[in-house]
């Protein structure tokens, strides 16, 4: 049985920190890329998430899930903080001006990212409508793969209230597209259409 490193660990011994992170990195890259398109952006928020992983390790509850899924519940945390501050300062120039370029391999490595989660980007922006309590256990169900146990450890509530919010979000993403131009849903992504529907085992 692989002994996976235990986040509780990571912010005093090197050993599992280096570990953790290469465990985890690659499905933070992909949750960060899906919802900002700039890859140097994309870059500095990856790493924000494990310094803020870091600095979060003694909260670690095995019992409340695996830990990809408080993994998640910090990524969405630094992300958002990031558009709240993105937003109130408006200084992109100023920002980039300042910003250590990405070596030329990286770059093109966090582009591919960029560009594989286009498609989700779109499904992220069309969910803008939901409640965000809805919002965020659809991103997490639908967007990043979290089983509804895991989606609801990041979202630190109940299984039971997750499946009740996911239920009724994607009941109210079906009535909304429902009522969309036709054109308009054709043009909708594959991934839409998959988190619309209402699998049974969902169902409260």
């Known amino acids: ?30 949750f960060v890329a899906r919802r900002v398109a700039d ?8 790493a924000d ?8 390790a003694p909260t670690f509850e095995p019992s409340r899930g695996a830990p990809v899924a408080w993994l998640f519940g910090i990524a969405r945390n630094v992300v958002a903080d990031d558009l709240r501050r993105r937003a109130r300062e408006r200084r992109a120039v100023g920002r980039l001006a300042g910003r250590r370029p990405l070596q ?37 169900v639908a967007l990043d793969g979290l089983s509804l146990v895991d989606a609801a450890a990041a979202l630190g509530v109940k299984p039971v209230t997750a499946r ?16 969309a131009q036709p054109a308009v849903a054709a043009a909708l992504p594959p991934t839409v259409a998959a988190a619309v529907s209402v699998p049974e085992e969902v169902l409260p």
Do not use: C, K, N, W
Not at 5 to 17: F, H, K, S, W
Not at 39 to 46: K, R
Not at 121 to 134: I, K, V
């Open 49 to 56: 998430v494990f310094l803020a992983a870091i600095d979060g």
């Open 104 to 140: 030329a391999d990286a770059l093109a490595r966090a582009r591919e990212r960029i560009d594989a989660e286009r498609e989700s980007r779109r499904l992220y922006a069309a969910l803008a409508h939901l409640p965000e309590s809805q919002r965020a256990i659809l991103e997490l």
């Open 164 to 179: 009740v919010r996911l239920h009724r979000a994607r009941h109210t993403l079906h009535t909304h597209l429902a009522g």
């Open 1 to 30: 049985m692989t002994q996976h490193p235990d986040p509780r660990r990571i912010g005093t011994d090197p050993d599992v920190l280096e570990e953790f992170y290469r465990e985890h990195v690659r499905a933070v890259q992909r």
């Open 39 to 46: 890859p140097e952006h994309a870059a500095d928020l990856t």
